[in-house]
C-alpha cells in the first residue's frame, strides 16, 4: 500500500471515529451555551458569578489532572500494552488496582479541600489578609465545601472514559457528559422562574454538581461492565507492577497538568483581585472559545490517544506518524475559520448568549479584550490537543512535563506584564503567548524526530485556511458594518437570525473558496460525511 493511500486509510478512520464523539459533544456545547444564557441572566456578571466560577474550577481541577490529565493518558498505554501481550483479564486485574488506589487518593483530597474550606470561612476574618474577605472569595469557599466530591465522581468518570475508548467506545461517554449541563439547566430554571436570591440558589446548584457526578460515574461504570472491561477486584496480581509502571508513567504527567492548573488558578486568582467582572468574562468567553476545542480538538485527542497507543504497542511508529499529520491538518482547516468568525463577531455572540437579567452591558464591554485574545488562541488550544497524544502514547511524559513548566512560568510572568494594560484581557492574552510557545516547541520536537509526515502540506493547510478564513470573516465583517449592524442590535432576537444567516453564508463561502483551491482536507470531510449520508439512506 502506498504512503498516501495508507495516510488516507488512517485518516479516514480517524475522521470516523472522531465523528460519533464530535456529535456528542455538539450536543454538550449546545446545552453549555444554553446554560451560558441561564448563567449569565441568573448570576449576572459580578460577585455572584465569580464564585461560583472560581469555586467549580477547584472543584474540577482534580478531573482535569487526575481524571481525563495524566492518569488516563499515561494508563491506555499501559493497558494496551498489558491487553496485546498478556491478555484482558490480566489488564482487568491491573485497572481494579489503579481504581482502589486513585479512589482511596481522592477522598484524602476531597476530605482535605472541604476541610481547608472550611477553616479559612471560620478564622479568615482574624487574618489580616484582604483577599480572603472579599465577599466573592468568602462566597468560594461556602461552595467549595458542597463542591469538593464532584471532584472524586468525576475523575474515576474520566478514567473510565479513558478505558473506555480504549475498548472502542467514545461517543457513550461523551453522551454521559451531558447529565452535568442538563441536572445544571434544571436547577437554574427553577432559579429563574422562581427569581430566587442568591443565598437560596447557590447551595442548591451546589448540590447538583456532585449528584450529577455521581450518577456520570454509575452510568460509564456500568457501560464498562457491559464491554467486557470491568475490573477484576478479587485478585490483586502484579499489583505493585502496575503502580509502579503507572507511577512513572503518569508522574511527570501528573507535576506537568498540576503545573498547567496552578496556572489556571492563579489566572482565577488574579482576575478575582482586579475587581469583580474580570472572572465572569474570563468564563463566559471561554464557553464560546471552548466549543471548536471541543467538538473538534477533544475529538481527534480523544481518539488519537487510543489509536496511536495501540499503534505504539504494535511498534508501528508511521501509523503514529500519519495519524498526527493528518489530524493536524483537519483541525487547522476546522479550527482558524471559527477562529476568524469569532474575533470579528464576539460582541454580536456575547450580545446573544449573554446581556440580560443580572447581565449588565458593562458586564459585556469587559469581556470586549478577553474575547478577542481568546479568539485568537483556539487554532493553538486545538493543536495542542493533537501534538500531546504524539508523546503520551510514545510513553514520553517527562518531555511534555519540561515544555509545559517552562510554558506555565512563562504565563505567570506574562500575567503580570499585561493584565496592567488589558486588565483581565492581559489574563486572556498571556494564555494565547504560552500556548503558541507550547506549539512551537512540540513541533520542533516532532520536527527532529520525523514524526510529522509531510511537514511542508501541514504548514501549507494554516497559511491557507488562515488566509480563506480572514479574508471571508473580514469582508463579511464590512458588510456588516455598512449595511446590517443598526438592524441586527435592535433586539437579540433580530441578532440570533442575524448570526444564524451569518454562520451560513461564511461556511459557503469558506468551504467554498477552499474547495476551488484544492484543499485536501475539505475534500477528506466531504467524503466522509458522503458516505454517512448513503449509508443512513
Known amino acids: 500500500m502506498s504512503k498516501d493511500k495508507s495516510t488516507e486509510t488512517s485518516g479516514k478512520t480517524l475522521l470516523k471515529s472522531s465523528f460519533g464523539m464530535s456529535f456528542a459533544t455538539l450536543l454538550s456545547r449546545i446545552t453549555g451555551l444554553v446554560r451560558v444564557r441561564l448563567e449569565s441572566t441568573v448570576f449576572g456578571g459580578g460577585d455572584v458569578a465569580s464564585a461560583w466560577f472560581f469555586a467549580f474550577a477547584i472543584a474540577n481541577l482534580f478531573r482535569r489532572v487526575l481524571g481525563e490529565g495524566a492518569i488516563a493518558n499515561a494508563l491506555i498505554p499501559l493497558i494496551a500494552d498489558t491487553d496485546a501481550r498478556e491478555g484482558r483479564e490480566k489488564a482487568k486485574k491491573q485497572l481494579a488496582f489503579v481504581f482502589l488506589l486513585l479512589g482511596a487518593i481522592l477522598a484524602v483530597i476531597v476530605l482535605t479541600g472541604s476541610l481547608v474550606s472550611w477553616l479559612i470561612l471560620k478564622y479568615s476574618p482574624d487574618w489580616e489578609i484582604g483577599f480572603l474577605n472579599y465577599p466573592r472569595i468568602r462566597m468560594m469557599f461556602q461552595l467549595l465545601i458542597i463542591l469538593m466530591p464532584y471532584g472524586f465522581f468525576i475523575c474515576l468518570t474520566g478514567v473510565v472514559g479513558a478505558v473506555l475508548n480504549y475498548a472502542g467506545s467514545f461517543m457513550f461517554p461523551a453522551m454521559v457528559s451531558l447529565l452535568l449541563n442538563i441536572v445544571l439547566l434544571a436547577g437554574l430554571s427553577i432559579a429563574w422562574v422562581c427569581a430566587m436570591s442568591?443565598?437560596?440558589?447557590?447551595?442548591?446548584?451546589?448540590?447538583?454538581?456532585?449528584?450529577?457526578?455521581?450518577?456520570?460515574?454509575?452510568?460509564?461504570?456500568?457501560?464498562?461492565?457491559?464491554?467486557?472491561?470491568?475490573?477484576?477486584?478479587?485478585?490483586?496480581?502484579?499489583?505493585?507492577?502496575?503502580?509502579?509502571?503507572?507511577?512513572?508513567?503518569?508522574?511527570?504527567?501528573?507535576?506537568?497538568?498540576?503545573?498547567?492548573?496552578?496556572?489556571?488558578?492563579?489566572?482565577?486568582?488574579?482576575?478575582?483581585?482586579?475587581?469583580?467582572?474580570?472572572?465572569?468574562?474570563?468564563?463566559?468567553?471561554?464557553?464560546?472559545?471552548?466549543?471548536?476545542?471541543?467538538?473538534?480538538?477533544?475529538?481527534?485527542?480523544t481518539v488519537l490517544v487510543a489509536t496511536m497507543s495501540r499503534a505504539a504497542a504494535a511498534g508501528d511508529i508511521r501509523e503514529i506518524s500519519r495519524s498526527l499529520e493528518f489530524s493536524l491538518r483537519v483541525v487547522w482547516f476546522v479550527t482558524l475559520p471559527l477562529a476568524a468568525l469569532i474575533i470579528f463577531f464576539h460582541n454580536n455572540m456575547l450580545h446573544v448568549l449573554c446581556l440580560g437579567g443580572r447581565y449588565t452591558n458593562s458586564d459585556l464591554q469587559a469581556a470586549h479584550w478577553v474575547a478577542v485574545f481568546y479568539s485568537l488562541g483556539i487554532p493553538f488550544f486545538c493543536s495542542l490537543k493533537v501534538l500531546l497524544p504524539a508523546f503520551y502514547s510514545r510513553k514520553k511524559m517527562t518531555t511534555t512535563l519540561v515544555v509545559s513548566s517552562v510554558a506555565t512560568v512563562l504565563n505567570i510572568g506574562l500575567n503580570y506584564i499585561l493584565m496592567r494594560r488589558f486588565a483581565q484581557g492581559g489574563i486572556a492574552l498571556a494564555t494565547v503567548f504560552s500556548s503558541i510557545f507550547q506549539n512551537a516547541v512540540l513541533l520542533w520536537l516532532l520536527s527532529r524526530e520525523k514524526m510529522i509526515a509531510n511537514a511542508v502540506k501541514t504548514a501549507l493547510t494554516f497559511v491557507r485556511s488562515a488566509t480563506v478564513s480572514l479574508g471571508v470573516a473580514g469582508g463579511l465583517y464590512w458588510i456588516y458594518l455598512r449595511y446590517f449592524e443598526a438592524w441586527s442590535s435592535s433586539h437579540w432576537s433580530c441578532e440570533l437570525i442575524f448570526l444564524a444567516a451569518l454562520g451560513t453564508v461564511f461556511s459557503i463561502g469558506y468551504f467554498g473558496i477552499s474547495y476551488l483551491l484544492r484543499s485536501p482536507e475539505c475534500s477528506d470531510v466531504i467524503a466522509i460525511l458522503m458516505r454517512k449520508i448513503r449509508k443512513k439512506a
Not at 230 to 235: A, E, G, H, L, Q
Not at 239 to 256: H, M
Open 198 to 301: 442568591p443565598g437560596e440558589f447557590l447551595p442548591m446548584l451546589a448540590w447538583l454538581v456532585p449528584i450529577s457526578g455521581a450518577l456520570q460515574l454509575i452510568l460509564v461504570t456500568l457501560w464498562m461492565w457491559k464491554l467486557g472491561f470491568f475490573p477484576n477486584f478479587r485478585c490483586f496480581v502484579q499489583g505493585k507492577d502496575i503502580c509502579r509502571k503507572l507511577w512513572k508513567l503518569a508522574f511527570p504527567g501528573i507535576v506537568s497538568y498540576s503545573v498547567l492548573q496552578l496556572s489556571f488558578v492563579i489566572d482565577q486568582s488574579m482576575a478575582a483581585s482586579l475587581n469583580s467582572q474580570a472572572i465572569p468574562a474570563l468564563n463566559y468567553v471561554y464557553r464560546i472559545v471552548d466549543i471548536p476545542i471541543g467538538l473538534v480538538a477533544v475529538s481527534f485527542g
